[in-house]
């Protein structure tokens, strides 16, 4: 029986998720942006493994990335997050309330259709790993672990690949954002 060669990063994973992510929740207000540092610090850590990078003590390690992320974090002014997926339990905006009112007669309508075409192009536009990954999780609620039971892809790779989509759909969709929001 062939040994899974992402299981040492997925072990690593399950075991300091929880521990990491409370330990960024205590300096992140933002419950999305702790989440988006724990995936940035282990999408490090997958990419320090493929690139053999050697790590003497992966806990220091993980948490030395993660107060490295959480002050670049306050360091910058921060773009908008991705709004919660619908149906989730997240009490922020949804993309409903992102975009212009259905009723709003027609320069709102057509904005809103505007932008909806632009977030699916740019969805469309994603590598295929990359969008179903993102799909998945941000728009059906899926979690990585089920993701990773159904595919037989490590969660750690999952993780990766939807970080490297959400940073491709943020430089495609700030134009957009800039040009309707401000």
């Known amino acids: 029986m062939a040994l899974d060669p992402d299981q040492p990063l997925v072990d690593v994973v399950s075991r300091e998720q929880s521990r990491l992510l409370r330990f960024i929740r205590r300096r992140v207000p933002d419950a999305r942006d702790a989440e988006d540092i724990l995936q940035?610090?282990?999408?490090?850590?997958?990419?320090?493994?493929?690139?053999?990078?050697?790590i003497d003590h992966v806990t220091?390690?993980?948490?030395?990335?993660?107060?490295?992320?959480?002050?670049?974090?306050?360091?910058?002014?921060?773009?908008?997050?991705?709004?919660?997926?619908?149906?989730s339990d997240d009490d922020g905006p949804g993309f409903e309330e992102l975009l212009p009112a259905l009723d709003g007669g027609p320069d709102e309508e057509y904005t809103r259709q505007l932008l909806l075409e632009a977030l699916k192009d740019a969805i469309d536009e994603l590598p295929e790993q990359q969008?179903?990954?993102?799909?998945?999780?941000?728009?059906?609620?899926r979690s990585f672990k089920e993701l990773a039971d159904e595919t037989g892809v490590g969660v750690n790779t999952l993780l990766s690949r939807k970080h490297y989509a959400v940073q491709r759909l943020r430089t495609r969709l700030q134009a957009v954002h800039d040009e309707f929001m401000t």
């Open 40 to 54: 940035d610090v282990f999408a490090e850590l997958v990419e320090a493994n493929r690139l053999l990078m050697p």
């Open 60 to 87: 220091g390690w993980l948490f030395r990335v993660a107060r490295n992320r959480i002050t670049d974090l306050f360091r910058k002014k921060r773009p908008e997050p991705l709004p919660a997926p619908p149906g």
């Open 131 to 141: 969008r179903a990954v993102f799909v998945a999780h941000e728009i059906e609620g």
